[in-house]
């Protein structure tokens, strides 16, 4: 069963984020994915970021959340009456020179520009934290 709690981590470095090409569909997104039963959401933000890029990098709660309601064709993956999700968005800042060593989940990634990164991300919920959050940690909108 898939969970209802998630992370977003924003990993930037100087003026550029971090994008992640997911392999099974192609669909462009930070580092993210569901919190595990009995962990913290800062718990699975570092997780996640070690997971999906190799990076040990301290994570910064942004204290932002989101929800969305899980479309009808995918709602058999969820347990019962399960069918909202909370996402916690995380920032993380990677190092000078350092790059991702990507995990099975991923195929490609790319630094981007706010701007390149508001156009490339596939998830309306994930576009609006980046534009909530960038001010926040730095960037011009």
Same mark, same amino acid.
């Given at each position: 069963?898939?969970? %209802?709690?998630?992370?977003?981590?924003?990993?930037?470095?100087?003026?550029?984020?971090?994008?992640?090409?997911? #392999?099974?569909?192609?669909?462009? %997104?930070?580092?993210?994915?569901?919190?595990?039963?009995? *962990?913290?959401?800062? &718990? #699975?933000?570092?997780?996640?970021?070690?997971? *999906?890029?190799?990076?040990? $990098?301290?994570?910064?709660?942004?204290?932002? *959340?989101? $929800?969305? %309601?899980?479309?009808?064709?995918?709602? &058999?993956?969820?347990?019962?009456?399960?069918?909202?999700?909370? !996402?916690?968005?995380?920032?993380?800042?990677?190092?000078?020179?350092?790059?991702?060593?990507? %995990?099975?989940?991923?195929?490609?990634?790319?630094?981007?520009?706010?701007?390149? #990164?508001?156009?490339?991300?596939?998830?309306?919920?994930?576009?609006?934290?980046?534009?909530?959050?960038?001010?926040? !940690?730095?960037?011009?909108?």
């Amino acid at each position: 069963m898939r969970k %209802n709690r998630e992370v977003a981590v924003f990993v930037y470095r100087g003026d550029q984020f971090l994008l992640t090409r997911r #392999a099974h569909d192609g669909k462009w %997104n930070v580092v993210a994915g569901q919190v595990e039963d009995g *962990e913290s959401f800062a &718990a #699975a933000a570092a997780r996640e970021l070690a997971e *999906e890029a190799q990076l040990d $990098s301290p994570v910064v709660d942004l204290d932002f *959340e989101q $929800s969305y %309601n899980v479309d009808e064709e995918f709602r &058999a993956l969820y347990a019962p009456g399960a069918y909202t999700v909370t !996402i916690a968005a995380f920032a993380a800042e990677a190092p000078p020179g350092w790059e991702p060593v990507l %995990n099975h989940e991923h195929d490609d990634y790319r630094w981007c520009s706010l701007g390149n #990164a508001l156009g490339l991300l596939y998830w309306p919920e994930m576009k609006e934290a980046l534009r909530v959050l960038a001010p926040r !940690i730095g960037f011009a909108r």
